[in-house]
Nanobody, 122 residues
Framework: QVQLVESGGGLVQAGGSLRLSCAASGRTFRRYAMGWFRQAPGKEREFVAAISWGGGSIYYADSVKNRFTISRDNAKNTVYLQMNSLKPEDTAVYYC???????????????WGQGTQVTVSS
């Protein structure tokens, strides 16, 4: 069982930066792939970024490539999402997820956090 708690969301102007953190409980954190997803009002949850358990495989949605960076610190049981050059269309609730495979699909992920709100003003 893994519990995930996101933090770092907030209100930022377009062009600004935020860093999201996701703290995981449990000793098995390093065995899991970790991902970030987001959901805007009235839209389906969508993939943002994912990183394999060892960090050797990383994937990004096209919409965030070259702006967002996912990383993990297995010693701290934490995964990060550095978000730069933010745009109003990045506004959403951002969710952290843990799973056994690194995938861009939503359904295979086993554990989810409660989400953190990111709002980008124009």
């Amino acid at each position: 069982q893994v519990q995930l708690v996101e933090s770092g969301g907030g209100l930022v102007q377009a062009g600004g930066s935020l860093r999201l953190s996701c703290a995981a409980s449990g000793r098995t954190f390093r065995r899991y792939a970790m991902g970030w997803f987001r959901q805007a009002p009235g839209k389906e949850r969508e993939f943002v970024a994912a990183i394999s358990w060892g960090g050797g495989s990383i994937y990004y949605a096209d919409s965030v490539k070259n702006r967002f960076t996912i990383s993990r610190d297995n010693a701290k049981n934490t995964v990060y999402l550095q978000m730069n050059s933010l745009k109003p269309e990045d506004t959403a609730v951002y969710y952290c997820a843990a799973g056994s495979t690194t995938t861009t699909q939503v359904t295979p992920w086993n554990y989810w956090g409660q989400g953190t709100q990111v709002t980008v003003s124009s």
